[in-house]
């Protein structure tokens, strides 16, 4: 979660002015969520598949049978009879029971809660080469996929929920309700499986009219409209000429990055910026990418939950090199090119001295599965009974797998040995170094996720490096919107200039938490970027400016690149978290009951969206509502009692209610659930400073240490120590902050102070010279200080 603070100030006798912060949940979704695209109003020129067949009757046939052509099928009897075994007895699930019933004449599931009992007919297949999902009619148009799913290679049914929780090493995750939104097929996951369509969602009345040419991914999804196409040829035929221009999109003068773009839509974990990508056109144009700022993914980049292939392959060195793309190795339909006993000419014509002596390379039998090159380069895992190959082509890492439990191709096969027994012989055979690069990136990307900022220069000079990873870097910047150190943004400014516009795209957005006029310069000139990503991240950004810091001749561009963010967010009525950053849009503009409306929309949309709640819960608290914040909060915290903004903002807004027991108890919860949590530490010291000095001293020390670069931190636990006799120790702590360049005026006049009322002159006028030389402090300040030395000097 992203956090950016809203300053509330609230006085406190014993420190003077010292304030409170109520954390913004202010995450640009754009890099979150997985949702494919969708066109709103599909051109009238399409055919459907079945006009293919008279010309391309060959390929109609590989395409019909294909999984691209089965990604939905309308369910049969024949389909249950000759795919599906019965299901014996009803699965236990979350309180509920589930069991599929497959008749002759008709498919169902039935759920069972308490004494309650009601049947869902299946009436849609999605799936096949792992998994058959069902879906079955809801109210308001709505598709819902069923509780129970099937395992076409075990051929068992299972729940669907449960198969999909993420084994975080860090936190456990919980399965969701099957008639939750992320399981309405309309909402997530209708574009990967028809074609043509329509969503037709009305919000006003939370109804879908959903409707599409032809279920599956047909030929015209790649090759566009065909109309035109086939109304040209048999004007051709009549005529026996060969027309040149087909009138249709071939992609055999595609680029590398056409064709993987061509894929992208379908096989990324993205957020759509439109709703009208057209094969041929550029990814980054409609699209941006989550990276490994999300959980999702080991900080190796490796699979743990479901990610869809494609930030693996921007992984993948051959496909760096500009010579590899996705149909080297598959079909048009999905198929590989290569299987069998050909697996390892995929790798050809690049690697023919490794394919030519592969046992000499792998260590391995030459016929074994060992010497295949997928085996070790793209090795198999499985997520919700889903199997799926890593496609960043990288040699096995036990060493990461030491690390960080992520799976590697030698303990895939060595399945009883250990990730030590791996490295072993990995490090024998192939080195020390092979390894490194992984290692190390996966080392910056782990500590940034935890907060380490102590590596920051690490994670800065790799950003910006000649060597730099197009998705590390990327990765890096949007995780670095955590980082409170402002070291950070000559670099994320710099790299407004990278070559990526993924990367670009992940620095502008992160540059909304700057607000400085240098910033704001920087992503003025990215505004006319050529790729869509990057003017509308930069646009997302310029809105948390406030507006009068951009002067009239760069208001017109400003306001084309939010106008350009504004769209992306406005292409899904039905996306919740569209409607989520929606809210966050308007409250940078200063929209404060749009950003409510927004909010609210969103938690329409999905009940356990906790960042909605949260943030409607601050613009409440911006608007006077103090009621209706407590309201918001307390119903975030109904999703998740221990959430630590949640209890950290509660805590705050009940403190300025004067209720210091609730309060307390939720800081101490905001601490419990996030140890790391500073402003928690702080502000509950400071709470606790009259009845529990002691432990008030330790919490704003722990504070302190946490944000060293926070000067108000540094102070406070000064004055408390000074406070209680502990003079000695509150000057190490005022002396470190002079020390660090980071001191402002007042640390200056309190240390001091402190020299003077131990009777200390010389050190007392020290401090003020040092005050008087920096040039860092305001000039009214410095002159202040020159007049105080000249005054005790003549004592």
Known sequence: MIKMMIHINRTFSSVGILTIAFFLLFCNFSRCIAISKTIDDPPTDFTGSVRCIQCHEKFYKLWASSFHGLAMQPYTNK???????????????????????????????????????????????????????????????????????????????????????????????????????????????????????????????????????????????????????????????????????????????????????????????????????????????????????????????????????????????????????????????????????????????????LVNNVSAHSHHNPDSEGSKCKTCHMPKTEFARMTRHDHSFRSPT??????????????????????????????????????????????????????????????????????????????????????????????????????????????????????TEKALNALLTVTGDPWRVVRSQAGFAISAFPQQMITTENKTIAEKAMAEYLTSLQNRPDDALAHYNLGNYYSNQGKLEKAIDSYNTSTKLRSDLLISHINASIIHARLGKTKEAEISLRKALVIDPNNAVGNFNLGLLLAEKGDSGGAKKCLRQALKTEPDFAEAAFNLGIMLVQTSPSEAIELCRKAY???????????????????????????????????????????????????KDQGRKNEALDIYRKAVENKNLPMQDRYRFETMLKSIQRQ
């Not at 497959?102 to 009601?118: L, N």
């Not at 249709?248 to 990055?257: G, I, Y």
């Not at 996966?442 to 994670?459: C, F, H, N, T, Y």
């Not at 003079?727 to 020299?755: C, G, M, P, R, W």
């Open 79 to 353: 389909l249950g009879a000759e795919k599906l075994t019965a299901h014996e007895k009803f699965l236990q699930g979350d309180g509920k029971s589930y069991r599929a019933f497959i008749t002759d004449k008709k498919g169902y599931v039935t759920v069972r809660s308490g004494d309650e009992e009601k049947s869902y007919p299946i009436v849609h297949v999605l799936g096949g080469k792992n998994v058959y999902y069902f879906l079955t009619p809801m109210k308001r148009g709505r598709l819902q996929v069923l509780p129970l799913a099937y395992d076409v290679h075990r051929k068992e049914w299972f729940d669907t929920t449960a198969s999909a929780v993420r084994h975080f090493p860090d936190r456990r995750d919980e399965p969701i309700d099957w008639m939750e939104t992320p399981l309405t097929f309309n909402t997530s996951c209708f574009s990967c499986h028809l074609s043509q369509l329509s969503t037709n969602y009305d919000l006003k009345t939370d109804t879908y009219h959903t409707v599409w040419k032809e279920p599956g991914i047909n030929c015209e999804t790649c090759h566009g409209p065909c109309g035109e196409h086939v109304r040209h040829l048999q004007k051709a035929a009549l005529k026996n000429e060969k027309p040149k221009d087909l009138k249709l999109v071939s992609t055999k003068n595609f680029d590398v990055e056409q064709v993987d773009g061509m894929c992208g839509p379908c096989h990324a974990r993205m957020r759509p910026l439109t709703t009208g990508f057209k094969p041929g056109e550029k990814y980054f144009d409609h699209y941006d990418l989550v990276t490994l700022e999300d959980n999702d993914f080991y900080p190796d980049g490796r699979d743990l939950g479901e990610n869809y292939t494609f930030t693996g392959w921007r992984m993948n060195k051959c496909v760096e090199s500009g010579k590899l793309d996705c149909v080297h190795c598959h079909t048009s339909s999905g198929r590989d090119r290569f299987a069998g006993e050909k697996a390892n000419q995929a790798c050809l014509p690049c690697h023919d001295k």
């Open 398 to 515: 036990p060493k990461t797998t030491i690390t960080y439990k992520s799976p590697n191709a030698c303990n895939i096969c060595h399945a009883d040995k250990t990730a030590v027994w791996a490295d072993k012989y990995a490090t024998a055979w192939y080195g020390n170094s092979y390894q490194n690069e992984t290692v190390y990136f996966a080392s910056l990307i782990d500590d940034a996720r935890k907060g380490k900022w102590d590596r920051l220069d690490e994670m800065l000079k790799y950003i910006t490096g000649k060597d730099r990873r197009e998705v590390v870097a990327a990765s890096l910047i949007r995780i670095l919107e955590n980082c409170p150190d402002n070291k950070k943004w000559d670099t994320i400014i710099a790299a407004l200039k990278d070559s990526s516009p993924l990367v670009r795209a992940a620095a502008a957005s992160t540059l909304s938490g700057n607000g």
């Open 705 to 755: 240490s946490l944000r060293p670069e926070n000067v108000r931190y540094g102070y406070t636990l000064a004055y408390f120590l000074n406070q209680n006799d502990r003079a000695s120790e509150a000057i190490t702590v005022l002396v470190k902050i002079i020390n660090s360049s980071n001191a402002t005026s007042d640390i200056y006049v309190f240390l001091a102070e402190i020299y």
